[in-house]
């Protein structure tokens, strides 16, 4: 009895090494995953190797795909040997419905089930395609769409509405929103949008082809509306404050006229929204689709039968957790009460002899 246990045991370890040894032999092949996931708890999207306590939406990632098998483990060390690529690195706390990463990986059988197997529910991978070998998701990418997911008390006046939860939008002031996210479109200097950027930096300078803010909707009493923004590329924290500078002027707190400013060369003090509702939405491969997405070997990178299961997991995890984060922690509540700590009239010049006056 005892030596059939044992044979039984050694049958199941072997097992496992055949699996492994099969896997081995699978040849790598140049993938995109499409990737979900609710970023709260987490410091952003990208790893940060050598950084334990900074969890990163990566760090759980990358340890799925070598318990899984797709990749050996030195890879999960060294991202560069799988030629790994995420197309959008989402700051601290922000959410994806449609973050595409690009990898080498063993195409084993099940692979996103099993992939899925070895990730908590609120990170979900979606839909798997094959692509050329040389592609990188973050190069190829022509654009990404985000949208930005607030309460509708942001835009009641400081001086003569309601502030709290039971405001509504009315259909003038959310023609008045849509009139100031319309001037971000075309191409702007953002140097003022970002940290570490001089107005002189050509890299400051951005495409953004829409901005608007949908019809407002409620959710557990609380008034909600949702914005969408789809630019050639962001920089970092740029959405939250175009956001943020918008809600400022809307609120009564500065002049429109300050983004007209902000694109010159002075410094403007630009607050920057809470990162709560931010959602990477989409990215977008068109030059790529044109080329291979009809070539016979390869699929045009759209995800229209994977449209569903995003939509389901925007609803079971990304809504629910910006609702009850903003009901408990009360972010965008809390940041309005600093706009009026804000100088949105002078320059750094001023605002610095402002601070020794005030000293």
């Given at each position: 009895e005892e030596n059939g246990h044992q044979n039984k045991r050694l049958k199941s370890d072997a097992d496992e090494e055949d699996v492994e040894d099969q896997n081995k032999r699978l040849p790598k092949r140049k993938i995109v995953l499409l990737m979900a996931y609710s970023g709260k708890g987490y410091h952003g999207m990208q790893r940060n190797v050598g950084s334990s306590q900074f969890k990163t939406i990566e760090d759980d990632l990358v340890s799925a795909l070598v318990q899984s098998g797709c990749i050996p483990e030195n890879h999960g060390e060294d991202m560069k040997k799988m030629s790994f690529q995420r197309?959008?690195?989402?700051?601290?706390?922000?959410?994806?419905?449609?973050?595409?990463?690009?990898?080498?990986?063993?195409?084993?059988?099940?692979?996103?089930?099993?992939?899925?197997?070895?990730?908590?529910?609120?990170?979900?991978?979606?839909?798997?395609?094959?692509?050329?070998?040389?592609?990188?998701?973050?190069?190829?990418?022509?654009?990404?769409?985000?949208?930005?997911?607030?309460?509708?008390?942001?835009?009641?006046?400081?001086?003569?509405?309601?502030?709290?939860?039971?405001?509504?939008?009315?259909?003038?002031?959310?023609?008045?929103?849509?009139?100031?996210?319309?001037?971000?479109?075309?191409t702007h200097n953002f140097h003022n949008f970002t940290s570490q950027k001089g107005p002189r930096d050509p890299?400051?300078?951005?495409?953004?082809?829409?901005?608007?803010?949908?019809?407002?909707?409620?959710?557990?009493?609380?008034?909600?509306?949702?914005?969408?923004?789809?630019?050639?590329?962001?920089?970092?924290?740029?959405?939250?404050k175009m956001i943020g500078l918008v809600i400022a002027i809307v609120k009564g707190y500065a002049a429109e006229s300050i983004i007209e400013r902000s694109w010159g060369e002075e410094k403007v003090d630009v607050p920057k929204a809470p990162g709560l509702g931010l959602v990477l939405e989409r990215v977008h491969f068109e030059k790529y689709n044109r080329r291979f997405g009809n070539d016979g070997l390869h699929e045009p990178l759209e995800w229209t039968e994977e449209e569903e299961k995003i939509a389901v997991f925007k609803e079971q995890y990304?809504?629910?957790?910006?609702?009850?984060?903003?009901?408990?922690?009360?972010?965008?509540?809390?940041?309005?009460?600093?706009?009026?700590?804000?100088?949105?009239?002078?320059?750094?010049?001023?605002?610095?002899?402002?601070?020794?006056?005030?000293?």
């Open positions: 197309c959008a690195r989402t700051d601290k706390g922000v959410s994806a419905a449609g973050q595409i990463v690009s990898l080498k990986v063993r195409l084993i059988d099940d692979i996103l089930e099993k992939i899925n197997n070895h990730l908590p529910s609120h990170i979900r991978i979606l839909g798997l395609k094959r692509v050329t070998g040389g592609f990188n998701s973050k190069n190829k990418c022509d654009a990404r769409t985000y949208s930005y997911m607030l309460p509708t008390f942001a835009f009641a006046h400081k001086d003569h509405d309601v502030q709290e939860e039971v405001y509504r939008l009315d259909k003038e002031t959310l023609e008045k929103v849509n009139k100031l996210l319309a001037c971000y479109k075309g890299s400051a300078k951005r495409y953004i082809m829409e901005m608007y803010c949908g019809e407002p909707f409620v959710r557990e009493n609380i008034e909600f509306a949702v914005i969408k923004v789809k630019g050639q590329s962001f920089m970092m924290h740029q959405i939250r990304i809504y629910p957790t910006i609702i009850n984060t903003e009901r408990e922690e009360k972010s965008m509540a809390n940041w309005l009460n600093t706009l009026s700590i804000h100088d949105f009239n002078s320059s750094a010049v001023g605002m610095q002899a402002n601070n020794k006056n005030s000293k």
